[in-house]
């Protein structure tokens, strides 16, 4: 008996990726319902699965990014509400601001610590936010907190806070922070998974193998080289997926490991943090 699929399972897939109704419905029955695995489905069938993608259990709400006068410590902080009406009230905005000040002057290393630091003389950050629930009449949430630690680390905001980046860069030399503030939009552009390739997870990478095996056999491709066109897939995956290895978007005919060695040979990034809504 064929696993029967719901109207708004479809619906919910094709909004996510982009494919055809029809395609999205086979590969949720194929699925058995799991979201997750009808998308893998429609990659490994060939499907290219749109940027929508980003947009799944998407909620309203500010990212604030910052960075402290020393330019040493950033961090960056997603508060989130239901409406963009509360998102975009300037006291909704002023408290994110101010949780990613305590969070910047405290530097706790998780969003638990965060969340219990004093955010005045009377409430903790995790009690403002309660009562501001209770007082806007929304859910609000601090969703995630992130900071770095670096000799240098840049901030950007992107597209009037709704996505945040720091960077930290690994020499304090003239022209690092301008090139940390370039290679940050880069992150917010590009959204890249890693640093570099061998900070890539293995288990991503051993997933696309998989997806490119398959894609190869069903174009028809001679199973002894299913390996290495998968292997090529993967390698391309990486160069596009992985920051230092991208191709630089302000010029265009560089790496970003390329623009920051044209700065100083040694420059490079240490680590980087991207929070967005949605």
């Known amino acids: 008996m064929s696993y029967t699929v719901s109207a708004s399972d479809v619906k919910q897939l094709r909004e996510l990726t982009?494919?055809?109704?029809?395609?999205?419905?086979?590969?949720?029955?194929?699925?058995?319902?799991?979201?997750?695995?009808?998308?893998?489905?429609?990659?490994k069938k060939g499907q290219k699965i749109s940027a929508k993608r980003a947009a799944r259990q998407a909620k309203e709400g500010a990212v604030i990014a910052i960075v402290n006068?020393?330019?040493?410590?950033?961090?960056?902080?997603?508060?989130?509400?239901?409406?963009?009406?509360v998102a975009k009230n300037e006291d909704f905005v002023q408290m994110?601001?101010?949780?990613?000040?305590?969070?910047?002057d405290n530097f706790p290393q998780s969003k638990?610590?965060?969340?219990?630091?004093?955010?005045?003389?009377?409430l903790t950050v995790g009690e403002k936010i309660t009562e501001q629930v209770g007082v806007i009449g929304e859910k609000i949430e601090l969703v995630d907190y992130r900071c770095i630690e670096a000799p240098v680390v840049a901030d950007y905001i992107h597209m009037g806070n709704k996505a945040g980046v720091i960077v930290g860069l690994n020499k304090a030399i003239e022209g690092a922070y301008e090139a940390g503030r370039n290679v940050a939009m880069q992150v917010a552009a590009m959204k890249p998974i890693a640093v570099d390739e061998g900070d890539v997870d293995q288990a991503?990478?051993?997933?696309?193998?998989?997806?490119?095996?398959?894609?190869?056999?069903?174009?028809?491709?001679p199973e002894h080289l299913l390996e290495n066109i998968a292997k090529g897939k993967v390698k391309k995956f990486l160069k596009e997926n992985t920051l230092l290895n991208q191709v630089y978007v302000r010029d265009g005919k560089i790496t970003?490991?390329?623009?920051?060695?044209?700065?100083?040979p040694e420059l490079t990034v240490t680590?980087?943090?991207?929070?967005?809504?949605?």
Not at 18 to 43: H, Q, S, T, V
Not at 69 to 84: A, F, H, N, Q, W
Not at 96 to 104: G, H, M, N, P, S
Not at 271 to 277: I, K
């Open 18 to 43: 982009g494919a055809g109704m029809m395609d999205c419905k086979k590969a949720l029955i194929e699925a058995e319902g799991d979201i997750e695995k009808a998308i893998e489905n429609l990659r």
């Open 69 to 85: 006068p020393e330019k040493t410590r950033g961090v960056v902080i997603r508060l989130s509400c239901e409406t963009d009406f």
């Open 96 to 104: 994110a601001r101010r949780i990613a000040q305590i969070a910047l």
């Open 112 to 122: 638990e610590e965060l969340l219990n630091l004093p955010y005045d003389d009377k």
């Open 204 to 221: 991503i990478i051993d997933k696309e193998m998989e997806i490119g095996m398959e894609q190869a056999r069903r174009e028809g491709k």
């Open 256 to 264: 970003v490991r390329q623009y920051l060695q044209s700065i100083d």
């Open 271 to 278: 680590g980087f943090e991207h929070l967005m809504l949605g």
